[in-house]
């Protein structure tokens, strides 16, 4: 222990003088020297990078070494969550990065396989202080024992999956088991789907893989960055620490709904309109609506434009040519309508030259080219012209049109349009709108030709100044310089206009998950989807064009798909983007939920599906779940349950129908409760979509009656200690 001391006091003593260091090179670069663009760059990523190790040093400080390895070679590592150096010519090791190739006989090593260890052992630290060591013995020959032997070898991970919950999810990089590291550590390319009963590990396997691939692809990732999309804005709370404590920041997480920047999708659709909006009809109904958009005028009834040089006939047949010809261009709607304008003047203007230049007599026109160019120029600039097209072929925005969409004809079974049918202006944005406005996005296409050219004309403009500012400088230097001679360099010595022009730009300081975030078409460069087999067919498609690489980790478990959502199987979800090209892994031990409480989930599930096969849990408690009818008084019982279950330490959910909430929450103290709960709280009030993913300590289901069955199931799953059940109404037979 008093080696394994020392140790850690050498490391953090080498820690506490690195933050020096990168404290004050922080401090230096940010006090101006140089002004040049290199200069600045330079200086940019010399703080960001400087700052990216403060802050990781400063989040792993807790627990920063927690294992090492001795090899029967007789050398050893210790191994941490970063990596640090001795301070020496050879920048030698002092402490292993979990995510490194040396480490990884640390997870993966047995006595049948020792991968050339001799010993493994859990340090554990309280601070800077070693309170816990245990050993594993992997080769049976060596004699050598140290008096912290752990023959089970499982004390440490028992240890973590008993410890009290604390509202956020931890980290388990002292305990990551061999399949799971298999995955973790699976190469970045591809499609890679991750499934599992509850308490698998399957979010805990994707947080530490995204970690791992910032570490193994460091470059390309800090430039692409990593999304993970989870279900709800809670869960994503529920995880938002466990990447910071891996020292890993540069990392978008996301619900669905904040999935198109600029919208806050917060509204709330009935489930049936949350499953027709996901359903992949609606890419076909939105082309179909868009393409509505691109109107004639009625044949014999043509647009009749008042113009200069005598009034524009704008009929059904120059209008059908036209968008005939604008459609073949294959380009979003935005995008072919330049082409659609075009047709119309060229035809108004053959129109017009037919009219005041035909020959009576038969003859050629009588106008030249010159007269015909001054026509067209003048049709193209009449706003009455303008105005005629836009009636035709409107500029659309995504969110205008969805909007219009939504109220008007929906090009879906009448039933399915009645459940999602929606007045103009009324209600809010609701997550399932969130795919359709980026498929919208994509068919309607961004004309920003008008910005480009503005863009570039405010180019223009500071290279003109710039320019400016040089000539002045080149006329004063004959005057200031003139019989000296001058070491000194004139702007123009080293700057040309184009440069000094850039220099003025604001240079972009934010990181890759920031542009990320506000930017629609950003491709990623690994995406990773935590229920996954909640998405629907819509969602998918956004997410598959969020990555075009398709290096993609997708963690899920059907048999806790919502009733309404979800595509089915794996196969079906991905065939059209990959075809049968992904790898499956599957986790089978169960760290979250006692062997008595998951036998209880497993037959609300089997009562359905007798063939169902839950995970096995890695232990048992001697808990056994209770169930207790509450009479008359629901709220009174709930209460009561709530007094006796109320941990100590660590945390408590009541899950409950929403309805029930109001009725529930009424006699409990200090719950919390409603859209975004506080779940570092002792007490909280959750319906059951809002308990997918978490966990506590302590389970309450309440009317378990009112639940589908995958929501009971994952209701029911929750819990790492003890589960009551209360309930008014009967009770469902599989709970019997
Ligand atoms: N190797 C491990 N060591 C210690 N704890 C672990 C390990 N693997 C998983 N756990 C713990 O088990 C619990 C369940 O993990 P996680 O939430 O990732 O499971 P899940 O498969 O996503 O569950 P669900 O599908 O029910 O949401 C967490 O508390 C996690 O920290």
């Known amino acids: 222990m008093q080696k394994e001391q020392g140790f850690i006091d050498r490391l953090y003593d080498r820690v506490d003088a690195l933050r020096g260091v990168a404290a ?13 663009l290199q200069a600045r760059h330079e200086r940019d990523v010399l703080v960001a990078e400087r700052s990216g190790l403060l802050a990781a040093l400063n989040a792993v400080d807790g627990s920063l070494c927690f294992g090492r390895i001795d090899l029967s070679s007789g050398a050893a590592h210790h191994i941490g969550r970063v990596g640090i150096r001795e301070d020496d010519t050879a920048h030698t090791p002092l402490l292993i990065d979990w995510r490194a190739p040396v480490a990884r006989p640390f997870y993966l090593a047995t006595g049948h396989t020792t991968m050339g260890l001799r010993r493994r052992r859990h340090i554990t630290t309280e601070g800077r ?55 973790i550590r699976a190469p970045h390319r591809g499609v890679l789907v991750v499934e599992g009963g509850p308490g698998t590990g399957k ?24 999304l993970i999309v989870g279900p709800n804005p809670a869960f994503l709370r529920y995880i938002g620490e466990v990447l910071p404590a891996l020292g890993e920041t540069g990392v978008l997480l996301a619900t669905q709904a904040e999935l198109f920047p600029g919208v806050h999708a917060d509204g709330t659709d009935t489930r049936r309109a949350a499953a027709v909006k996901g359903g992949a009809a609606m890419a076909e109904a939105l082309a179909l609506a868009v393409r509505d958009r691109q109107q004639l005028p009625e044949p014999g009834a043509p647009l009749v434009i008042a113009h200069d040089d005598g009034d524009l006939v704008l009929d059904w047949e120059i209008a059908y040519e036209a968008r005939q010809a604008a459609r073949d261009t294959l380009l979003p709607h935005n995008l072919a309508r330049p082409h659609f304008a075009f047709r119309i003047i060229d035809a108004l203007t053959s129109q017009l030259t037919e009219r005041i230049g035909a020959d009576p007599h038969g003859g050629p026109n009588f106008l030249g080219p010159d007269d015909i160019a001054q026509l067209g120029s003048n049709v193209a600039v009449s706003k009455e012209v303008h105005s005629a097209v836009d009636e035709l072929w409107p500029p659309l925005t995504p969110e205008r049109f969805l909007s219009d969409y939504l109220a008007g004809p929906l090009y879906v079974p009448a039933e399915d349009a009645e459940a999602i049918r929606r007045a103009p202006g009324e209600g809010t944005w609701t997550p399932a709108d969130v795919p ?39 006329g004063s230097e004959s005057y200031e310089f003139e019989d000296e001679e001058s070491e000194t360099l004139a702007a123009h010595d080293i700057i040309d206009a184009e440069r000094m022009a850039e220099r003025q730009e604001e240079a972009d300081h934010r990181s890759a998950a920031e542009r990320a975030a506000a930017d629609r078409t950003w ?78 989930a497993a037959g609300v599930v089997r009562a359905e599906d007798p063939s169902f096969e839950p995970p096995g849990s890695v232990r048992s408690t001697g808990e056994v779940p209770w169930t207790r009818d509450a009479g008359e008084d629901l709220a009174g019982a709930v209460a009561l349950a709530v007094g006796e279950l109320t941990p100590e330490e660590g945390r408590l959910a009541v899950i409950a129908p929403a309805a029930l ?56 799953t929750r819990a790492t200690q003890r589960l009551g059940i209360i309930h008014r109404e009967k009770l469902p037979d599989s709970l019997r």
């Open 24 to 36: 004050q090179q922080v401090q230096d670069a940010l006090t101006p020297v140089g002004t040049g």
């Open 129 to 183: 202080v070693v309170t816990e060591l245990h050993d594993e013995i992997l080769d049976v020959g060596d004699r050598e024992r140290t008096g912290f032997e752990d023959p089970s070898g499982d004390a440490v991970l028992l240890a973590a999956v008993n410890s009290a919950r604390t509202g956020r999810m931890g980290d388990i990089v002292r305990t990551i088991q061999a399949e799971q590291d298999r995955i």
């Open 203 to 226: 979010t805990a396997v994707a947080l530490h893989r995204a970690a791992f691939l910032l570490y193994e692809h460091r470059e390309l990732l800090a430039k692409r960055a990593v």
């Open 436 to 474: 359709l406005l980026d498929e919208v996005a994509e068919l309607l296409g961004v004309d920003d030709s008008a910005e480009r050219a503005a863009a570039e004309a405010e180019r223009q403009e500071r290279i003109a100044y710039a320019q400016g500012v040089l000539e002045l400088s080149r």
């Open 523 to 600: 491709a990623f460069g690994h995406i990773i989807v935590d229920e996954a087999q909640e998405l629907s067919p819509m969602a998918w498609r956004l997410l598959m064009r969020r990555s075009p690489t398709r290096a993609m980790t997708l963690v899920g478990d059907p048999a806790q798909t919502s009733e309404e959502a979800g595509v089915g199987s794996w196969e079906k979800i991905l065939e059209p983007y990959v075809g049968d090209r992904f790898e499956h892994a599957t986790l089978k031990v169960n760290y979250r939920t006692p062997a008595e409480i998951m036998e209880l």
């Open 661 to 716: 909430h109001e009725e529930i929450a009424a006699p409990l103290e200090g719950v919390t409760a409603g859209a975004e709960p506080d779940l570092a709280r002792p007490v909280v009030l959750l319906d059951p979509r809002q308990a997918k993913g978490l966990e506590f300590d302590h389970v309450l289901v309440v009317e378990p009656a009112r639940f589908g069955t995958s929501d009971l199931y994952v209701a029911l």
